[in-house]
């Protein structure tokens, strides 16, 4: 979010700009200090209290049997250590999602934040398939309330336009294009919606204004219905179309001061690499000046891998043609949930230093044959 340079905090350990209050650097998970307030209730934080998943995928013990992270103490039935009382791992540090064989994705915490802020929201049904990722603004407290809110509100509009919905979108191709355009916009207003009612209840539990430092998020999300592809955004997280052959294109465009500087002739590399790169000029808030997502489309001619992810994932590989390469290293198997999942895996290993969400589908467009005469 833009402010005056005045009420900027700098990161100590990157140098990166921050808005007063901020809990943690968007940029490299620093902390900066703690916003303080009371905890909301349960039902305020849409059931993101500390619960820890069990068993373990990795090695099948139970919660309670899980050493503390932090002083290596053990974690009680409750979430919590005996010892030190830290939360062990919580549904929103690492949650998964497969409604179809063919999408699936990961969301996960990373290695430098104390909390994921990132949120994920996927359906499917036959060919059709929405998938949504939502970043937490991290200088603004309780992002992970309006990601987790977002992401979810919006899934269900573009579902209700789904092939199983009254308001499904049928037709010719560009009328198809245009109402899932139209649909794709209603649910980041919705999205938006979701976000200011979340607000709105933290606002109350605190005694606070809504406009005081409000929760936001990024959204980006993708719909499959068959041979079509319709991208929406607003902020920095991205969608990437992975043909099998031909480019590989991203199909979202960033709303950001990076992206600014691109479009000004700056160099990607030297643009993302700023200490402001990340700063955003949209998201979703009771903030924001809009909440209309801009929006894209593609036919594609054949099969391919669709890559729905935060900028935890795109940070340590941001062109398109390189996201590809990796895609296709993880996916090698044909499973999107091994893809994801290793995607995941990878961008910890490069530092995890933000949250990392990577949500995939496997398209299986047969390729267009010409022909002959």
């Not at 503390?68 to 009382?85: E, M, S």
């Not at 939502?134 to 309006?146: H, L, N, Q, W």
């Not at 649910?187 to 204004?209: D, F």
Request: glycine content about 10%.
């Amino acid at each position: 979010m833009s402010a005056d340079d005045s009420d900027l905090v700098r990161c100590p350990q990157c140098g990166e700009n921050a808005a007063p209050g901020g809990r943690f650097c968007e940029n490299c998970g620093t902390p900066l200090g703690d916003a303080g307030g009371p905890t909301p209730p349960a039902e305020v934080t849409l059931e993101m209290a500390p619960t820890v998943v069990d068993p373990d995928p990795a090695t099948g013990d139970s919660a309670a049997r899980r050493p503390c992270a932090a002083c290596g103490g053990v974690i009680a039935p409750d979430g919590y250590c005996t010892d030190c009382g830290t939360p062990g791992q919580s549904e929103r540090d690492h949650f998964e999602e497969r409604p179809a064989g063919w999408v699936a994705g990961v969301c996960d915490r990373g290695v430098r934040h104390a909390r994921n802020e990132d949120a994920m929201a996927l359906a499917a049904s036959g060919t059709f398939a929405a998938l949504v990722v939502c970043d937490g603004v991290s200088s603004a407290p309780d992002s992970d309330v309006a990601s987790l809110a977002a992401s979810r509100a919006a899934r269900d509009v573009l579902v209700a336009y789904g092939p199983d919905g009254p308001s499904s979108v049928e037709g010719t191709p560009n009328r198809r294009i245009a109402g899932w355009t139209d649909a794709m916009v209603a649910a980041s207003r919705a999205a938006g919606q979701a976000v200011r009612g979340a607000a709105e209840q933290l606002a109350a539990v605190k005694g606070t204004e809504v406009t005081d430092d409000p929760p936001s998020c990024t959204f980006v999300a993708a719909v499959v219905d068959a041979d079509l592809i319709v991208a929406g955004w607003l902020g920095d997280s991205r969608v990437y179309w992975l043909p099998d052959t031909g480019p590989a294109e991203q199909l979202s465009v960033d709303d950001s001061w990076a992206q600014e500087m691109i479009a000004a002739g700056i160099p990607r590399a030297q643009a993302e690499s700023s200490p402001q790169a990340h700063a955003i000029t949209r998201w979703l808030g009771p903030d924001a000046p809009d909440t209309d997502a801009h929006c894209a489309a593609t036919v594609p001619s054949g099969p391919g891998w669709l890559l729905v992810c935060s900028d935890g994932l795109w940070n340590y590989c941001s062109d398109a043609h390189e996201m590809g390469e990796l895609v296709r290293r993880f996916a090698t198997c044909g499973d999107p949930h091994a893809a994801a999942a290793a995607l995941v895996r990878w961008a910890n290993a490069q530092g995890g230093r933000d949250n990392i969400t990577a949500a995939l589908a496997r398209v299986a467009v047969e390729p267009t044959v010409t022909e002959q005469r």
